[in-house]
């Protein structure tokens, strides 16, 4: 039984609180006058002459405090308790891999975050760590990939290290190009140590195949037998932009290539699907759908706790209890004492 006052503990033993009921009626027995004496001593005022008396007889005040003990016993009997509850989850998670193109287009400038004109890389990895935010039971890793791929974060629950590790994803690590099948098997490799239930690859790139011995076909085939889902996404606008180069002037990029059967190829082999951004709300709507089909089952329990904290009452009675007995033998003891 919950306690109104006190909405974080309970009575295990409430019953015992019946007892206080007859505090009421023992005071009030106490207080009932006594029946006359059956026989009367004419000489009693020379016995009082005998002495005086030292104390006055402890009366109300003491049997009240007798009565004030009983209440934090019975209290005691009927067993407080604290009661701590929290819910606990339960959650295996699912393996996910961002297999990351790095190749020099990815520094088109093409996307906007406000009235900021930024490159595609900039603004894929502002999606994809709000991302990775939002899913803190996954074990999340990144595979990125030019000519050639390479493992910048390998998959893990410490997405604090992941967040503050996406600096190594950038261009000029490796040879420059497009090997979107190689990106694929690296990331397939990465999953395939993983003891988690669902695995999936996230596949980003802003171009078409042109590095590697691997077709990005064959490496979905290789990732579809492993039991890995894959996800495309096509991000950046066609035609001609200017690459900004770190260190030194803009070159041009050529006319923009896209491949986007290719990439729903490999979406269909992989059982998941293909999404082609633009702009920034469009990698963003792409993003929270991916979310919301890769959900994580969630188990929840809530668990409840006890503590007992009867002993609390239990001193605060013995404490009066023994106030009650030392007035009862100093201040409140009568005895006469001869002049």
């Not at 803190?136 to 629950?157: M, Q």
């Amino acid at each position: 039984m919950r306690i109104p006052f006190m909405p974080e503990h309970q009575l295990a033993s409430p019953w015992w609180l019946l007892l206080l009921l007859a505090l009421p009626v023992l005071a009030w027995l106490r207080g009932r006058a006594g029946d006359a004496p059956a026989m009367s001593f004419p000489m009693t005022g020379l016995l009082a002459e005998l002495g005086h008396p030292t104390r006055s007889r402890p009366r109300g005040f003491a049997f009240n405090l007798l009565h004030l003990a009983m209440v934090p016993a019975i209290i005691a009997l009927a067993r407080p308790q604290k009661v701590i509850s929290y819910d606990e989850l339960k959650s295996e998670g699912i393996g996910i891999v961002v297999a990351f193109d790095v190749s020099l287009s990815m520094r088109i400038r093409d996307f906007y975050i406000g009235n900021r004109q930024v490159d595609r890389m900039t603004a894929a990895k502002r999606v994809l760590v709000d991302f990775i935010k939002g899913r803190p039971n996954d074990r999340i890793g990144i595979v990125a990939f030019g000519g050639a791929p390479y493992n910048p974060c390998p998959p893990t629950l410490d997405h604090d290290w992941l967040l503050n590790n996406m600096d190594r994803i950038q261009t000029g690590i490796m040879e420059d190009g497009t090997a979107i099948g190689s990106g694929i098997a690296a990331a397939a490799r990465r999953l395939d140590q993983l003891e988690v239930k669902s695995k999936v690859i996230l596949l980003m790139t802003d171009g078409a195949n042109n590095s590697g011995k691997l077709s990005p076909q064959d490496a979905a085939r290789l990732a579809a037998t492993l039991g890995i889902r894959i996800h495309a996404i096509s991000i950046g606008t066609p035609g001609m932009h200017p690459i900004y180069m770190p260190n030194g002037p803009p070159i041009n990029s050529g006319r923009q290539e896209f491949d986007p059967e290719t990439l729903q190829e490999v979406a269909n082999i992989g059982s998941g699907s293909f999404f082609r951004a633009e702009d920034l709300s469009t990698l963003e709507r792409i993003f929270k759908t991916v979310d919301e089909m890769e959900r994580t089952e969630i188990e929840r329990r809530k668990i409840v706790e006890t503590a007992d904290v009867y002993f609390w009452f239990l001193l605060t009675a013995a404490v009066l209890g023994g106030v009650y007995l030392i007035w009862k033998q100093s201040a409140g003891h009568t005895a006469p004492s001869i002049a």
